[in-house]
C-alpha cells in the first residue's frame, strides 16, 4: 500500500522560506514521476513542481527561480524548497506520485495522494 506524507507547512511572513518533506512508503521515490501540486480555497489544484524518473525538474512559471524540487533517494523523499514566499503562494500543498515515467500536469496524470500541508504566507 502507497502512502504520502506532507510536512513542513507553516505561518510565515512575505520574503520567508519553508522546505516540503514527503515521506513514501510503498513506492520508490525517483522511479517514476512525482510532483507537488497546491490548491488555494476557490481554486483548482494546480502543479507547481515535477521530477521525473531521471532527475529533470520542472516548475511552474509562477514559482520558478524560487521553489526547487529534489528527492532523496536515500530517505525515499520529496521535497519542496520555497524562497522568496509570497502571499499568492498560500495554499494547501499535496504530494503527487504517478506509476508511470511519462510526467503529466493534471491531477488525473496521478495515482497517489498524501494529505496535504498548508502554507501560509502573510503580507
Known amino acids: 500500500q502507497v502512502q504520502l506524507v506532507e510536512s513542513g507547512g507553516d505561518s510565515v511572513q512575505a520574503g520567508g522560506s519553508l522546505r516540503l518533506s514527503c515521506a513514501a512508503s510503498?513506492?520508490?521515490?525517483?522511479?517514476?514521476?512525482m510532483a507537488w501540486f497546491r490548491q488555494a480555497p476557490g481554486k483548482e489544484r494546480a502543479w507547481v513542481a515535477i521530477?521525473?524518473?531521471?532527475?529533470?525538474?520542472y516548475r511552474a512559471i509562477s514559482v520558478k527561480g524560487r521553489f526547487t524540487i529534489s528527492a532523496d533517494n536515500a530517505k525515499n523523499t520529496l521535497y519542496l524548497q520555497m524562497n522568496s514566499l509570497k502571499p499568492e503562494d498560500t495554499a494547501m500543498y499535496y504530494c503527487a506520485a504517478a506509476d508511470r515515467k511519462t510526467c503529466g500536469l493534471r491531477p488525473s496524470n496521478y495515482n497517489y495522494w498524501g494529505q496535504g500541508t498548508q502554507v501560509t504566507v502573510s503580507s
Open positions: 510503498g513506492y520508490t521515490v525517483r522511479n517514476y514521476c
Open positions: 521530477i521525473d524518473s531521471d532527475g529533470t525538474t
